[in-house]
């Protein structure tokens, strides 16, 4: 089983700052199968990155991810109030399904 | 517009089964793979199984194997997870999710709490 993990665990951020949350791979995600979800209380997690690097329908191009093999990032290029939530990474590409444990994007 | 919606949230007793649904519009149902996965309090998601909503084969996780049975219905385009012999450990908010190019759209998620 792949075993993803994020780091850090806690980002304290302003409005308007650049956002890099990472995710690691004990072993070698098949073919970039790597996903990024913003969650927020209440509400269903939304796909924003998908394939280590597309940007789901809709989603603002503030958003990227990139990565590949075993290290995958995903940036956030000017945070807005809105944007502060709970991200996780997810693979996709070798059963059975993992995510990481998540980054929280917080106000400083 | 693609839209999953589950049912509302259960409290149930241990040793006690649950049974959630996911009701699916706005795109073809019988197109797609829905997967669910659940995430404790604190904790990371797990993935559970995904059906086939076209032709109901399943494949569960060797975690739940045994405890979980993923359902549809195809006239209600809505899709069943059933989970058995309830712990406080299955405490957690279970979603659904279509594959699409990834999971691409869940469901807003059901809160089952198992409590004595």
């Known amino acids: 089983e792949i075993v993803l993990t994020q780091f850090p665990g806690t980002l304290s951020l302003s409005p308007g700052d650049r956002a890099t949350l990472s995710c690691r791979a004990n072993g070698t995600v098949s073919g970039t199968y790597v996903a990024w979800y913003q969650l927020k209380p209440g509400q269903g997690p939304r796909l924003l990155i998908y394939g280590a690097s597309r940007r789901a329908t809709g989603v603002p191009d503030k958003f990227s991810g990139s990565g590949s093999g075993t290290d995958f990032a995903l940036t956030i290029s000017r945070l807005e109030p809105e944007d502060f939530a709970l991200y996780f990474c997810h693979q996709y590409g070798s059963p059975p399904w993992t995510f990481g444990q998540g980054t929280e994007v917080e106000f400083k | 517009q693609v839209q999953l919606v589950q049912s509302g949230a259960e409290v149930k007793k241990p040793g006690a089964s649950v049974k959630v649904s996911c009701k699916a519009s706005?795109?073809?149902?019988?197109?797609?793979?829905i997967h669910w996965v659940r995430r404790a309090p604190g904790q990371r998601p797990e993935w559970m199984g995904w059906?086939?909503?076209?032709?109901?084969?399943?494949k569960y996780s060797q975690k739940f194997q045994g405890r979980v049975t993923l359902t549809r219905d195809t006239s209600a385009t809505t899709a069943y997870m059933e989970l058995s012999s309830l712990i406080s450990e299955d405490t957690a908010v279970y979603y659904c999710?279509?594959?699409?190019?990834?999971?691409?759209?869940w469901g807003q998620g059901t809160p089952v709490t198992v409590s004595s």
């Open positions: 059906i086939s909503a076209g032709n109901g084969n399943t």
């Open positions: 706005g795109y073809t149902f019988a197109n797609y793979v």
């Open positions: 999710a279509r594959m699409g190019v990834a999971a691409d759209y």
